[in-house]
């Protein structure tokens, strides 16, 4: 595939011109046609010019899946800020940390959902004299206001703007992750590695205009944004919105609009095909999809395809720092080779198998730790953490942190990945910054995070701590965890173990210590 060089608002305005009444968003009862949309991102990227946004300006956006949101973010990119995507499950230590570190001067936020209340948390921001600074607007269903500004009068501001054209290698997305390292930072990706990266996936999965995606994927991850929402802007295929993940909806939503793509994580297909009360529902208009997010077992990945008949599954194998596809699955490929491998290398990108240790390049069918280079790559990271900073080399080299080995036809193979990193329903979350929050309660406590198997979610979360039953101890601990961190975050189990094994050098054997944590929750 040829590299272009555009940008995200080129694209959407291209798509705008060429089918301008085909629909783009249909969400709950409102739909919005390509014009729709355009014409009230006009409006928007005028009304943030006059609030200072200028080009190079980072705005965060705060929220669920939404209309606002999708209006908001390509706003966003007309102005040519850079859009800096927040989870929409964080609470006030962790929106201060994205600030922080991406150096936010707005916040377009939008509506609530259980995890997470934006109008409580927003107001703790603003009573925080160090993020005075800091504008926030609640632009939930902002669009039927600005939908009556005349549109004589918001074209003349429009049109003599002198907003500054953003060049394709410009940042278009700030991306949170847990990533390659235990530290939160803000991944920089451009509109170069973000379209071309899109437009590779189209090609693989051969979708079209005439396709309609029940994009549930949550906005603010890369999977979303990139795979989800810029592939259906490129190629022109109609969205049905959802807020959030939940079997009943995608299953109504499927059969009433008659998807046909349907992307997720392992945890989302196998919750939807392991609920009885999917066979009330016709899931047969379903195509092609991409199963990705984190990784599958072949028995899992199968009983997918057996309960999904009519579903081309791909398989893929990405990161948010390689904006994010690295392999996907061949559209033709067996179920079987599916079943087994992250896809093949896609074109334009290089992936090597080094060996730990040494750093010689594995030979095919021999397991090391997984490098990428490309025009996929991020640009850098939001961080002064030299840790972090070291997963990007100079060469332009990703070092991922995971296992696994290429075969003689590129194909790659996940066998392992990243140390200690819990990946929990397609999130990654660090187990050292649940133990931190533990370690509030009482310093001296000895503890370990670590993820145990999970039927449906893949992992779960458990908290080991050194030291005999204390429930006055666990109430305190949740309450703490409760009001610190996102609700995906805290563990579902705490654990005590009386004394932790430990190795001949004096460590924790936290291979021992799973063992009995496992013996103890049969």
């Known amino acids: 595939m040829e590299l272009v060089k555009t940008t995200l608002y080129q694209c959407f305005v291209d798509r705008a ?83 922080d570190i991406a150096d936010i001067q707005y ?11 934006y109008d409580e948390t927003i107001n703790k921001l603003r009573l925080m004299r ?13 669009y039927k206001e600005w939908m009556k500004i005349e549109e004589k009068t918001i074209k003349h501001a429009f049109n003599n703007i002198e907003f500054e054209k953003s060049d394709s290698h410009d940042i278009s997305c ?26 590779q996936v189209i090609e693989e999965m051969k979708w079209s205009q005439d396709d309609i995606m029940c994009l549930v994927v949550p906005l603010f991850h890369c999977f979303g944004v990139s795979v989800s929402l810029l592939t259906s802007i490129i ?4 969205i049905q919105l959802l807020e959030k993940y939940s079997t009943i909806e995608v299953c109504k939503s499927i059969e009433e609009y008659k998807c046909t793509v349907l992307n997720g994580v392992p945890s989302m297909f196998l919750a939807l095909v392991r609920n009885p009360r999917m066979q009330e529902f016709d899931l047969s208009t379903l195509k092609t999809g991409i199963i990705a997010g984190s990784p599958i077992y072949k028995e899992e990945y199968l009983e997918i395809c057996n309960k999904l008949p009519s579903l081309n599954l791909q398989t893929s194998y990405g990161l948010t720092e390689a904006s994010p596809c690295v392999t996907i699955a061949k559209f033709d490929d067996s179920i079987e080779k599916k079943s087994i491998s992250a896809g ?27 490098f990428v280079r490309g025009y996929n790559v991020t640009k850098g990271y939001l961080t002064n953490d030299p840790v972090v900073c070291d997963a990007v080399m100079p060469n332009g080299c990703l070092k991922t942190g995971d296992l696994g080995y290429l075969d003689s036809d590129n194909y790659l193979y996940i066998v392992g990945r990243r140390k200690n990193m819990i990946i929990r329903g397609g999130e990654n979350i660090s187990p050292y910054e649940i133990e931190e929050y533990i370690k509030k309660v009482d310093s001296r406590l000895n503890v370990l995070v670590f993820g145990i198997k ?12 050194e030291g005999k039953d204390n429930s006055e101890l666990v109430a305190k601990i949740k309450n703490e965890l409760n009001n610190s961190i996102s609700k995906y975050k805290i563990p579902k189990f705490i654990v005590f173990i009386e004394t932790f094994p430990k190795t001949s050098t004096g460590k924790i054997d936290e291979k021992e210590l799973k063992r009995l944590v496992n013996e103890k929750l049969k």
């Open 235 to 238: 190629v022109g295929m109609k």
């Open 107 to 117: 916040i377009l936020y939008t509506r609530s959902c259980e995890c997470s209340m």
């Open 130 to 142: 160090k993020y005075k600074h800091v504008k926030c607007f609640n632009i939930e269903h902002s």
């Open 344 to 370: 093949k290398v896609i074109d334009n990108v290089e992936v090597k198998i080094l060996d730990s240790n040494t750093f010689e390049e594995c030979g095919p069918n021999v397991i090391g730790e997984i």
């Open 174 to 199: 700030v991306l949170f992750t847990s990533g390659t390292t235990n530290n939160c930072k803000g991944v920089l990706l451009s509109h170069y590695s973000l379209i071309n990266n899109a437009r």
């Open 454 to 465: 999970s039927e449906v979610l893949q992992e779960e979360i458990v908290a080991t701590i």
């Open 17 to 99: 011109k060429e089918s301008p009444h085909k629909l783009f968003i249909e969400n709950g009862e409102e739909s919005f046609t390509w014009e729709n949309v355009n014409n009230i991102t006009n409006k928007l990227s005028v009304l943030l010019y006059e609030q200072g946004v200028r080009k190079g300006s980072r705005v965060g956006l705060y929220g669920t899946n939404s209309a606002s949101w999708i209006i908001a973010f390509l706003a966003i990119q007309k102005i040519g800020a850079s859009a800096v995507l927040i989870n929409s499950c964080y609470r006030i230590n962790e929106l201060v940390n994205c600030i």
